[in-house]
């Protein structure tokens, strides 16, 4: 009996270590969002060309866009995401989070409008954005959001 509790406890033990090393990484490393943090939530429609999988789309996005957009716009993070419910159900998205305004402000004007610097930026994407119109047309709409 003594060492079947011993074992229980043994195992009991390493099973608390893991989930507070789990834990402790998760906050050390966990995204959170900041005072000052801008996010824009750009509503997508696709209309995917004939012989292509909404699946290609998310797989390009995930694994060649994103990244690529990620590395020309420093201070910006992007994500795929896809409505579940409400009035954007079934529509995909990118949610941006940016540094800051400032930040964004590099990129563009007031006017929805590209800066100089932007134009950089895009010019460096602009093979990655003609690859992606193998998939279609998108229509989008957009709302940037700052957090307070």
Do not use: C
């Not at 834990?23 to 292509?52: D, R």
């Not at 409400?86 to 004007?109: A, F, P, T």
């Amino acid at each position: 009996m003594y060492v079947k509790l011993s074992k229980f406890i043994t195992v009991m033990k390493k099973l608390v270590f893991t989930a507070v090393i789990f834990l402790f990484a998760s906050i050390t490393y966990g995204q959170a969002f900041k005072e000052g943090n801008l996010i824009a939530v750009h509503v997508i429609t696709i209309e995917l060309k004939p012989g292509v999988w909404m699946a290609d789309f998310q797989k390009f996005h995930v694994n060649t866009l994103i990244p690529a957009y990620e590395k020309n716009y420093p201070g910006w993070q992007l994500y795929l995401a896809k409505g579940l419910r409400g009035i954007n159900q079934n529509k995909y998205g990118w949610i941006i989070v940016v540094e800051s305004e400032e930040v964004r402000d590099k990129y563009y004007n007031d006017d929805g409008s590209v800066t100089e610097f932007g134009q950089a930026a895009a010019e460096k994407m602009k093979p990655i954005l003609e690859e992606a119109e193998k998939f279609g047309k998108l229509h989008r709409t957009y709302t940037d959001w700052i957090i307070l």
